[in-house]
């Protein structure tokens, strides 16, 4: 069975970092992109970043550049992404994504995605 669950979220004040992680089982992440998308309370679903199969092409939201990074170690099937300079309006369930294909799509298409995880939730507040 397919399988994303993500991890790492939390409670963070305004300027701080966190560090979330995707684990991704029963399916081998190799020749895929993997994407990050957020949900705030009573707003949809946006894009935060994607990585190519190869982790060779990214892509992110302007609202995260420069903030966040996102990469992946095929060898653990594991995708990660790394949050500093953290803003209440990052808060949000953040959850990873796998496409069927390699490359990334433009980084506001979750229906480009095909597998989703939970989700974990992120708040930023002081």
């Known amino acids: 069975q397919m399988q994303l669950e993500e991890s790492g979220g939390g409670p963070v004040q305004p300027g701080g970092s966190l560090k979330l992680r995707c684990a991704i089982s029963?399916?081998?992440?190799?020749?895929?992109?993997v994407g990050w998308f957020r949900q705030a309370p009573g707003k949809e679903r946006d894009g935060v970043s994607c990585s190519s199969n190869s982790g060779r092409e990214t892509v992110y939201a302007d609202s995260v550049k420069g903030r966040f990074i996102i990469s992946r170690d095929n060898s653990k099937n594991t995708v990660y992404l790394e949050m500093d300079l953290l803003k209440p309006e990052d808060t949000g369930v953040y959850y990873c994504a796998l496409r069927i294909l390699r490359d990334c799509p433009t980084v506001h298409a979750p229906e480009a995605y095909d597998i989703w995880g939970q989700g974990t939730q992120v708040t930023v507040s002081s």
């Open positions: 029963g399916i081998n992440m190799d020749p895929y992109a």
